[in-house]
């Protein structure tokens, strides 16, 4: 006998906040319409989707640009941030005089730094890029830096009973241990790349060629093209929310045979 | 020592077998252990084991017994050269730590939990000390082969641990143990987490397999029937500071069947070391109330 859809697990993930999406959808636009709010003030959905259609090549261009700056931030800050956990764990001389300047790097608003670099750095590609680094980084050197150090010492023993060198230590037992830490990183830092790549773009305010989603957002505020604004947003929103689910999807790929976090449990 | 052509599975029910006496092999046998006058201090003043000596002879199965908190862990982790002494000397087949690991002085160390990888599958998992020594040979995937097999866990192999119960995750930590050849065997209470029947089925397999590979133990326990049923001698330790205070001879020759666990002679050294445990709780205690 075929199962209900309503039972299926699946199914309920995608539909009941798509059955949401829609409903909240249909409100706005059933209020817009009631309320006859002009389009400059809230935009309707329809509005927002003709944006979405009419404005399709500006839009596209700005959403690969800000795409570029994202994802070039997540992979520098996904190498740079591993290899800074290595680091740190090698001795904790290396992580107590180095990890602080981890922290300042993240308390540190990036909105108040983003003027110098975009000055010190004549690219603005990497100006943005670095900006949204910095922002980016800080999940990735924290998560992965306390999964290395989580190891079940009584493995540990184990290690260090048979001699091994710190390499084998490494590789066969901090590095796989600490694979859930490291996914969670990835899951957090991923969402904050795009979110200083836009940052970043604001305050460089750049145009042109180089010009990104969050140009688009600045520009059309300017010119009173509300839909416009709101279907940038909308793309900006939906490149996190894409972003979120590839690395939701990478962690239980790798974490589904054996980790808590990826298991199914059976009832 | 466990042979490579040689293989036994655990579950047919033990073949009966000539009566060895333990005590002869001991008075025979050189020192495979030796504790002497250890002290161990923790670094916020906290004394753990307080003049602690103990000689463990080849083929003796040693149980270390005492309330918690009595060092008997801490005790098997400077066996096992895991823990540095304050005070003290040990020596391994009458040498330095330096010696173990070559040839005819290799130690196994078989913890409280399982401690396996949770994300490598059982095999891999108890090839580990192999890959480790960097032991990739043919001959190693057989000692493998034939852990499992012992341990009766032959099929299992592309399990990951998570799909286990607890007592066969247990047995994959034996066989593990197991592939190195150890010729010395340190259990820090494997069973202790397990159900009754498990644990007796465990403790049979362990006597089994300590004939079979001819392996010395020191196995800590809070268990006074799990020590009596195992041992060859019973160490019993007190609190505050951890220190041994009692040495119980079980002379019982092995194997030792499930019969032994109902005759009156086992229930005659279950009362012998019970009255030792308590008098080692009750100093614990007086030390305390001081």
């Known amino acids: 006998m075929s199962t209900p859809l309503i039972r299926n697990e699946r199914f309920v993930q995608i539909a009941a906040p798509l059955l949401v999406g829609v409903l909240v959808l249909l409100l706005w636009q059933i209020s817009v319409m009631a309320f006859d709010v002009p389009k400059y003030l809230v935009p309707s959905p329809v509005d927002i989707a003709e944006s979405l259609v009419t404005d399709f090549s500006s839009l596209f261009g700005a959403l690969l640009m800000t795409l570029k700056v994202t994802f070039l931030a997540f992979v520098i800050s996904v190498i740079a941030g591993v290899a800074a956990s290595l680091l740190f764990v090698q001795s904790k001389w290396i992580e107590v005089s180095l990890f602080p300047y981890a922290v300042l790097m993240q308390v540190t608003p990036v909105v108040a730094i983003a003027p110098l670099i975009i000055i010190w750095v004549d690219d603005t590609t990497w100006a943005l890029t670095i900006c949204a680094v910095i922002v980016a980084i800080f999940p990735i050197i924290s998560n992965t830096t306390l999964g290395l150090r989580s190891v079940d010492p009584n493995l540990l023993s184990m290690f260090r009973m048979y001699r091994t060198s710190r390499w084998q230590e490494l590789v066969r037992l901090r590095i796989p241990g600490a694979l859930p830490y490291f996914f969670g990183g990835l899951r957090i830092s991923s969402g904050l790349a795009l979110i200083g790549a836009v940052v970043a773009e604001f305050v460089a305010g750049t145009g042109g060629a180089k010009a990104g989603l969050a140009y688009m957002i600045l520009q059309s505020g300017y010119n009173l093209q509300i839909p416009k604004m709101f279907a940038a947003l909308i793309l900006i929103t939906l490149t996190g929310i894409i972003l979120f689910a590839a690395m939701v999807w990478m962690s239980d790929r790798a974490l589904r045979n054996w980790h808590e976090s990826a298991l199914k449990v059976e009832h | ?290």
């Open chain 2, 1 to 290: 020592m466990m042979t490579a052509n040689k293989v036994t599975p655990l579950n047919p029910a033990p073949e009966p077998e000539t009566e060895t006496s333990d005590a002869e092999a001991r008075a025979s046998s050189r020192p495979l252990l030796q504790v002497e006058g250890v002290d161990k201090v923790y670094a916020n003043g906290t004394v753990a084991l307080k003049g602690a000596a103990l000689t463990v002879k080849q083929g003796e199965f040693v149980s270390l017994l005492g309330p918690s908190g009595c060092g008997k862990s801490t005790l098997l982790r400077i066996m096992a050269g895991l823990g540095e002494v304050t005070t003290g000397t040990v020596k391994w087949w009458e040498q330095d730590y330096d010696v173990v690991g070559s040839k005819g002085c290799k130690l196994a160390f078989v913890f409280q939990n399982a401690t396996l990888m949770p994300w490598a599958r059982v095999r891999k998992n108890v090839r580990l000390p192999l890959d480790l020594e960097h032991e990739n040979s043919a001959e190693s995937e057989k000692k493998v082969d034939d852990a499992l097999e012992m341990v009766g866990l032959k099929g299992f192999d592309e399990s990951f641990p998570r799909e286990l119960s607890g007592g066969m995750q247990m047995r994959a930590s034996i066989a593990r143990a197991m592939v190195t050849e150890p010729d010395l065997l340190l259990m820090d209470e494997p069973f202790g987490a397990l159900d009754e029947m498990t644990r007796n089925k465990l403790n049979d397999d362990v006597l089994k397999l300590k004939k079979e590979n001819g392996w010395t133990i020191v196995f800590v326990t809070h268990s006074v029937y799990e020590a009596v049923y195992l041992s060859s001698r019973v160490v019993v330790m007190a609190a505050r500071p951890g220190r041994i205070v009692d040495d119980i001879k079980i002379d019982k020759p092995y194997p030792r069947s499930p019969d032994f666990r109902i005759s009156t002679e086992f229930a005659g050294y279950c009362r012998q070391v019970s009255q030792a445990l308590e008098r080692a709780s009750g100093m614990g205690e007086s030390k305390e109330n001081c």
